[in-house]
């Protein structure tokens, strides 16, 4: 189920919307209860996912990023990891 953005005409209160259904749409602001509402263009946001953490790096000595960051360090960029 896709959140729509809103923002009041009346008020200028932005809210999002839940839509269930395609043609899903709120009748009014929640706020000032106006009927002039607009909806608004929102920017895409893909899921990522987080970098894989460096747990025991084979050649941790040869890695020159500090240690204190976990493992060794790289975040696994270092390609030591085969």
Do not use: W
Not at 5 to 34: I, M, N, Q, W
Request: a positive charge.
């Amino acid at each position: 189920m896709p959140i729509y953005e809103y923002t009041c005409g009346v008020c200028g209160h932005a809210f999002e919307h839940l839509a269930r259904t395609l043609s899903d749409k709120p009748d009014r602001c929640p706020a000032c209860g106006a009927k002039k509402i607009a909806k608004q263009l929102s920017a895409f946001a893909p899921a990522v996912s987080a970098p894989r953490a460096c747990r025991s790096c084979a050649n941790e000595s040869a890695c020159a990023a500090p240690a204190a960051h976990g493992g060794c360090g790289c975040s696994c960029a270092c390609h030591h990891h085969g």
